[in-house]
């Protein structure tokens, strides 16, 4: 876990530099510097458990690199950078399906926005460029479906990931409110992050009138950073969940539009005796250091945090997984039927299934209030063949301990115990014998060779 925090300092550190600069040619060294430190910042600034290593955050850095490569473009109409823009869009997708929206965005500045709305020289429809930042972004998807071919794993991806993926966008949606979410959700994400969503809405309604005085002097940098991450917001809500690490996809846009109106925020006259330039100095550094301070301080109490406001921390499966190590060796097999990975962690054994958690076998739709509600049954939601696939693996690798969180109830699992399912309940009795129970999780051990 120490690898996986320092590589991700690294990447974020790198997401960082491109903000910079992003910032440096839409505006100056100086915005591109504020770019970077809000980055560095806002991107710790919300709940623990939902901005970590994520692949919300993985996806960041080669879709703020493709944002660049075509800034470059734009400064020195090399079709070779919209290519280079394309492939990184590419690499994007290859980490989360919304990155694709990116396709639409570039499409309608290239195809629209850039032909109506500028200077005479840029009138023209960029046809072929965008050809090139599709065949880019192509040329990767196809080297990447070559080889899920050639491993024999295309028919799983379709079935798990392109299908998956819709399943879950698509029940998420029908059970999730987006009005419900966005108040907690969102608002929490937006008020913790105050600062940016501000400086950016300066620098877009400072943009727009500028245009609208003078379309011919308009930054088309800078425009093509207000239509990113106009766009994006339609992946941010996308299933109505909102969760913090969604809100990565328009972290970058953020903090880039805010690095460009930074400095003059804190420069301008004051109106009496400077009562109006110490508002706006206070306001922009509390604004930046309490979320940093707040959130750091947040991870060092997690447990306390997590228990006051009725949460479950990670750590509440810390004995039963301390327990399972000290009596297992490091290539035994465990099975952890519910949504608690953190016991592969804490005891720092595999999985013997290639369910990590078991919402696939209950139909559980997760970031949902049907999640949360016992009388909604979610049977129906069962992925089929799963089961198959599941006692296949159990065959197959027969774990040492079969661990069972849902007695606790925990991660909200009390509604699937294991005697909901006959033939799991079938297998358990067979094969293992009730051990321990440790902090309502019930511990069986195999007892059959």
């Not at 903000?19 to 440096?24: N, P, S």
Request: net charge positive.
């Amino acid at each position: 876990m120490e690898a996986v925090h320092a590589a991700t300092a690294v990447w974020v550190g790198l997401t960082a530099f491109f903000c910079y600069g992003i910032a440096r040619r839409v505006y100056t060294s100086n915005a591109g510097f504020w770019a970077a430190l809000f980055y560095a910042v806002f991107s710790t600034a919300f709940v623990p458990k939902f901005i970590g290593t994520s692949i919300a955050v993985l996806m960041m850095l080669p879709l703020t690199m493709s944002i660049y490569m075509l800034i470059r473009w734009e400064e020195s109409a090399k079709r070779l950078f919209v290519l280079f823009s394309g492939l990184l869009w590419g690499l994007a997708c290859l980490f989360k399906y919304q990155a694709g929206i990116n396709l639409v965005a570039v499409g309608f500045y290239l195809l629209l926005f850039r032909p109506l709305l500028f200077s005479r020289n840029s009138r023209e429809v960029r046809l072929a460029e965008y050809a090139i930042f599709v065949s880019g972004g192509a040329a990767v998807g196809l080297l990447f479906a070559f080889y899920l071919y050639l491993a024999g794993a295309w028919d799983a991806f379709v079935f798990w990931s392109l299908k998956g993926s819709a399943a879950y966008v698509h029940k998420g949606s029908a059970q999730t409110s987006l009005l419900a979410s966005f108040p907690l959700r969102g608002g929490a994400f937006i008020l913790s992050t105050l600062l940016v969503w501000y400086l950016s809405a300066r620098a877009i309604a400072a943009a727009a009138r500028g245009m609208l005085k003078e379309p011919g002097a308009a930054r088309p940098a800078e425009w093509i950073v207000i239509i990113w991450l106009a766009f994006s917001f339609f992946a941010v809500l996308a299933g109505g969940k909102l969760y913090g690490h969604y809100f990565y996809q328009v972290l970058p846009q953020l903090c880039v539009l805010s690095g460009g109106c930074a400095f003059a925020f804190l420069s301008r006259p004051s109106r009496g005796p400077g009562r109006r330039s110490r508002a706006a100095t206070a306001f922009f550094a509390a604004a930046l250091i309490v979320p940093a301070i707040g959130f750091f301080s947040a991870r060092l109490f997690a447990d306390r945090i997590y228990s006051a406001v009725g949460e479950e921390s990670p750590s509440s499966y810390a004995r039963a997984s301390e327990y399972i190590r000290e009596r297992t060796d490091p290539n035994d097999k465990i099975f952890v039927w519910g949504f608690a990975t953190s016991v592969y962690h804490y005891s720092q054994r595999p999985s013997a299934s290639r369910f990590l958690w078991s919402d696939w076998l209950t139909g559980r739709v997760s970031g949902t209030r049907s999640a949360k509600d016992p009388g909604f049954e979610t049977t129906e939601f069962i992925v089929p063949g799963s089961w198959d696939m599941f006692f296949d693996d159990m065959e197959r690798n027969r774990p040492v301990y079969f661990v069972d969180t849902s007695p606790g109830n925990h991660h909200d699992y009390g509604k699937y115990p294991v005697s909901k399912y006959p033939k799991l309940l079938e297998f358990l009795e067979k094969n293992y014998a009730l051990e321990a129970s440790i902090d309502g999780i019930d511990l069986y051990r195999r007892i059959r060779p």
